[in-house]
């Protein structure tokens, strides 16, 4: 048996699949593919394979990962041609790497992202930059409740990194977090939430303006899933 | 719609994925070199449509054909109904995203009564005049088809064509003379309109075989209400319409990459369809009266679509579809082969119901990948006499038996299916139903040595319905259903069995609609207006709205539902010829009242139902029967 991790990019229309939706897209394309796939046992067999943190539906992702049981290695470029042919419309394959016998799943092998939001255009890149400041290192407490169960979450709390940067000669702001996985990290939604008033901008979280461009692990430095360090914001 | 606005309107919704239309399998054609364009309407929500074989057909036979498209629309959920309401946005296809008027011709597949209102909504949200009459020359085409179809009065004045029968063959043709009418207004490509008036092409269509117009019929009803007669307002008309079938199933097209749902549908399984039409001749049982004859599709074929189907959809199941699929006569032939084939992918093979026996449920045993959770047999009706009745050729030992084999196969719960206010039921039958109940309780139990099977009772209250030999009957006052099904809950409970029942105000209206003229589509237009939708779902099925719905057009459901119909009298499907014989239907229901039953026909003798002389077919089975 060979494991095998999969990066993929989720972006158009399959940035609105919830996390079950996708589940079942990616097990019917990988039993279309004819891939030697490894199955559970018992009445209803499945194949083995496991995920990195969900993300929020509408939210694209460009470097996703999913790990996969084959019953036999094959060649990297005959997998990815035959898992990729079967893709709906916005899942795309990047690479596939064999893990070596023993590597720990994709589960234990992030725990950060990197998130990056196109900002609202109504308001200048200082505005959003004092906004962010504020964020960012203020002194005020900044919560966020989550409407589902009332939790509340202190909002610096998970966040490690962020840099604005203005795009285009239009005046439009890209703003780039990197969060670290974790129980006491508010949610995306609420970092934004509480982000947009600090700018005086009404608007709310639109899950189409963001995109997650990384999964990693940061002790240190930082390493993506495939193994390769990385600069912080380096693609 | 620009991908901007369609993500805008995406990220307020609760399930988005029911609107991508990206899914596998799916078809997105060169709107600008394809001569006509179908937008296929399920008026229910996606996850229900989506699990619907007839879309399935439909959509791959269109989109077969170099000169015709079809994408699909479903019955928005509250959420983008509410969205497009508040932006004024027009209803969309799935596939291109497209406002549903800028299609040729909107197609609404009619499954259940109870979506009737769903049908009002889809059009009025794709900004076309509801009424046929009120559409112009520039407006597209609504026509529908599909089982209730068999009846389809209540929708008449919204639709502009019924298409009635089987649509292999019919819509294509339909389609053919919509690229006529575009051909004559000289520019390819361009809209329906133009040279053509909407009566002109009203006509053509009504030249082909199983087109019913309904606007070229005019109904009159005499003073207590009843239909007096109908009038073809055309010379050439004829005084009523037959629907279509397709002879021969191995000929007929069907969908081997049928599309993949994204957002979760209430079946997900590769269908394979044995055959068509069920000869059994439960008297209640619409379907098995107008998908007559039985025509099986051979095993060679059913094994090449089965690989298709695995190979293009990466389905974890595959289901053997029909409306009885266990009396298919070659199975021995089939389900090993099937197996085979499936061993490699892993596929589960599953039946959607099975029949009351024990040869059934060691044939579902067999069966790869099945779940050994729950059972589902459905005796129908609690004594020997009520089953006689209703020509459910079940007795209390195969039910028993099928209790036993089930335990012996593994299975550890078991759900049977009864109904309530069937013709001429009494208590007697009523108790019958809580006698075999802990009969098969009993026989779960010794079977299982000593340890107790679950057992759930679902019941359901009897709707006539058009076409059948209990057309005639009426349903039982719902104040008498309530009063049974409280009676027959108390009954099963105190044997330890689970009991659930189906909205009785629900089998009202459903009654009402299935038993339906003309002037009913007032009280549809009334429910509608008063924002009824969705009213087979419990949750948004509002009895008060269309009581006053009733009122408000001055019609009694009761008169609809509940009433006996006289053998003489004109009923409001009569423009519809499905090929049965009425005196096969009067024969039937008196053999009913006296408690005899009718044999299949598979088994070789011909009960003279009328169809296979009606179209010049005949039963096809592939193996002679057992």
């Not at chain 1, 005086?200 to 390493?223: C, D, F, I, K």
């Not at chain 2, 109904?81 to 209803?91: I, V």
């Not at chain 2, 009846?151 to 064509?161: G, Q, R, T, V």
Request: charged share 25%.
């Amino acid at each position: 048996m060979v494991e095998y991790r999969i990066e993929y990019s989720k972006t158009g229309r399959a940035r609105w699949l919830s996390h079950l939706e996708l589940v079942r897209t990616f097990t019917r394309a990988l039993r279309r593919s004819g891939l030697p796939l490894v199955f559970s046992r018992g009445f209803n067999p499945h194949p083995r394979l496991s995920y990195c943190p969900s993300l929020g539906v509408g939210v694209a992702g460009l470097r996703e990962y999913l790990d996969v049981d084959l019953a036999a290695a094959m060649p990297l470029s005959e997998g990815m041609a035959s898992l990729g042919r079967q893709l709906p419309p916005g899942l795309e394959i990047g690479c596939l790497m064999e893990l070596p016998p023993e590597a720990p799943g994709i589960g234990k092998t992030v725990n950060c992202a990197w998130y990056r939001l196109a900002l609202p255009p109504e308001q200048t890149v200082d505005t959003w930059q004092q906004a962010i400041d504020r964020l960012v290192c203020g002194s005020d407490p900044l919560y966020y409740k989550r409407p589902k169960d009332g939790k509340l979450f202190d909002v610096r709390s998970g966040l490690a990194a962020c840099r604005l940067t203005e795009v285009g000669g239009k005046m439009s702001s890209v703003l780039d977090l990197l969060v670290d996985f974790g129980e006491a990290t508010a949610p995306l939604r609420g970092i934004v939430e509480t982000l947009l008033p600090l700018a005086e901008t009404a608007g709310s979280y639109e899950p189409a303006r963001v995109t997650r461009m990384a999964l990693l692990h940061q002790n240190g430095g930082l390493v993506n899933p495939l193994g390769e360090r990385k600069q912080l914001w380096e693609t | 719609m620009e991908q901007h606005d369609l993500d805008e309107l995406l990220s307020h919704l609760e399930k988005p994925a029911r609107y991508l239309g990206s899914e596998w399998n799916a078809v997105h054609k060169d709107w600008d070199r394809t001569a006509v364009r179908m937008a296929f309407a399920f008026p229910d929500l996606y996850e229900v449509g989506m699990s619907h074989l007839g879309l399935q057909i439909l959509y791959g036979l269109v989109n077969a054909h170099s000169d015709y498209l079809m994408e699909r629309v479903f019955a928005p959920a509250p959420d983008l109904e509410a969205e497009l309401r508040r932006g004024g946005l027009p209803l969309f296809s799935l596939e291109s995203h497209r406002p549903l008027r800028d299609f040729d011709l909107l197609g609404f597949t009619l499954q259940y009564e109870l979506t009737f209102t769903n049908i009002l909504n889809m059009i009025d949200l794709a900004g076309i005049p509801l009424q046929s009459c009120e559409r112009s020359d520039a407006d597209l085409l609504v026509i529908a088809g599909g089982p209730v179809a068999a009846n389809p009065e209540p929708l008449a004045p919204f639709i502009d064509a019924f298409v009635i029968g089987e649509g292999e063959d019919a819509l294509p043709e339909v389609l053919s003379v919509i690229r006529q009418a575009k051909e004559s207004a000289g520019a390819p490509g361009a809209r329906l309109r133009a040279r053509w008036s909407r009566r002109r092409l009203l006509e053509k269509l009504a030249g082909i075989p199983g087109v019913y117009i309904p606007s070229f019929y005019s109904v009159e009803y005499n003073k207590d209400g009843r239909v007096q007669s109908f009038t073809a307002l055309r010379p050439e008309l004829q005084s009523c319409v037959r629907r279509r079938l397709a002879p021969d199933l191995n000929d007929a097209f069907f969908p081997t990459a049928p599309v993949v749902p994204l957002a979760e549908a209430v079946h997900e399984r590769g269908m394979l369809e044995v055959f068509r039409g069920c000869t059994r001749g439960c008297r209640f049982c619409q379907a098995g009266m107008i998908y007559r004859p039985v025509r099986e599709r051979d095993p060679r074929t059913l094994l090449r679509q089965a690989r298709e189907i695995i190979d293009k959809t990466g389905y974890e199941d595959i289901s053997l579809v029909s409306l009885s699929s266990l009396d298919y006569s070659d199975l021995d032939g089939l389900l090993p082969a099937l197996g085979d084939q499936c061993t490699l992918s892993r596929t589960g093979i599953s039946l959607p119901s099975l029949r009351v026996d024990s040869f059934s449920v060691g044939v579902a045993q067999k069966l790869p990948g099945g779940r050994r959770t729950s059972l589902t047999l459905a005796p129908e009706a609690g004594t020997q006499r009520l089953r006689d009745v209703i020509n459910k050729g079940v007795t209390e030992a195969d039910l028993l038996e099928a209790v036993a084999a089930a335990v012996a196969a593994g299975w550890s719960a078991i759900k049977l299916y009864f109904m309530v206010g069937l013709p001429t039921e009494t208590q007697a039958d009523l108790e019958g139903i809580g006698d075999l109940v802990r009969k098969a309780q009993r026989a779960g139990r010794s079977a299982r040595g000593g340890k107790k099977l679950r057992f759930s009772i679902s019941a359901s209250s009897f709707v006539p319905k058009a076409h059948t030999p209990f057309q005639w009957e009426g349903q039982l006052p719902r104040q008498q259903l309530t009063e049974s099904h409280a009676f027959l809950r108390d009954l099963v409970k105190s044997s330890g069995a689970d009991y659930h029942w189906h909205d009785i105000k629900t089998s009202f209206l459903e009654a009402s609609l299935a038993r339906g003229d003309r002037r009913l589509a007032e009280v549809l237009f009334e429910a509608w207006r008063r924002g009824c939708r969705f009213d087979g779902w419990t949750e948004h099925f509002n009895f008060d709205l269309w009581q006053d719905s009733f009122r408000a057009a001055g019609l009694d459901p009761e008169f609809y539902a509940g009433r006996r119909l006289s053998y003489d009298e004109v009923l409001p499907w009569d423009l519809i010829d499905v090929g049965i014989d009425r005196e096969f239907l009067v024969r039937e229901h008196r053999r009913a009242l006296a408690g005899v039953a009718t044999a299949d026909c598979r088994l070789g003798s011909c009960e003279g139902c009328g169809v296979c002389p009606s179209f010049g077919v005949e039963p096809r089975l592939v193996k002679a029967s057992r």
